[in-house]
């Protein structure tokens, strides 16, 4: 079955300091990988991609994903978390129809 | 550029009640999808709409039922509401299958 997992519902890191936001998926094809961002009360705002090629993807907002074949993984990184990260991330894979995490909430301390 | 747009932003029906959602697409999108997004969960797909027709369906009841329009604006229509159909509904345009650009979603309080 088509699935992601995101295993931590919710992060607290301080301002400043690096983030991973760990994302794991099941799938039968070649995945199409996505990360997106919603604010509270907002829609979804995209990240960034992966389709193929260079396994490290840069996204907005000075985000980067890695691709792990091996380990069926997509985590997202950023080195320097600033106080308007702070919103749900979610990660989502396939080709048209979107099968999504159940989100990771980011919270940011000062 | 204009963005995807839904109206309205909020909702409040009665069990029972018939409800319709809409979305305009972004410029040069032709396809159209809906998603489900119950408090503390990710996003489910409702449907896709590909130029006026329905290309994929997720595990929804067929009392979820949609349109796609000549100009690719779209529509929701929910019959016989529930209590679980409360939920925030979110619109995402694309021009090709991969990258989906969403809307800010409607609002839905069934009581």
């Known amino acids: 079955a088509q699935s992601v997992t995101q295993p931590d519902i919710h992060i607290t890191v301080s301002e400043g300091a690096s983030l991973e936001l760990r994302c794991n998926y099941s799938y039968g094809a070649t995945p199409y990988l996505f990360w997106y961002v919603q604010s509270p009360g907002q829609g979804l705002q995209l990240l960034l991609k992966?389709?193929?090629?260079?396994?490290l993807v840069q996204g907005i907002k000075g985000f980067e994903a890695e691709f792990k074949r091996s380990q069926s993984s997509f985590n997202l990184r950023k080195p320097s978390v600033h106080w308007s990260d702070a919103a749900e991330y979610f990660c989502a894979v396939g080709w048209g129809k979107l099968i999504f995490g159940q989100g990771t909430e980011l919270s940011v301390k000062p | 550029e204009t963005g995807v747009t839904q109206s309205p932003t909020h909702l409040i029906k009665t069990r029972g009640q018939q409800v319709t959602l809409r979305c305009s697409s972004q410029s040069g999108h032709n396809t159209v999808s809906w998603y489900q997004q119950a408090l503390g969960q990710g996003p489910q797909f409702i449907f896709q709409?590909?130029?006026?027709?329905?290309?994929g369906r997720g595990n929804f009841p067929p009392r979820f039922s949609g349109l796609q329009f000549p100009n690719y604006s779209s529509e929701l229509n929910v019959n016989a509401l529930e209590l679980d159909d409360s939920a925030l509904y979110l619109c995402a345009s694309s021009s090709d299958p991969y990258e989906q650009y969403f809307g800010p979603g409607t609002r839905l309080t069934v009581t």
């Open positions: 709409y590909y130029r006026e027709e329905e290309n």
């Open positions: 992966y389709f193929s090629g260079d396994t």
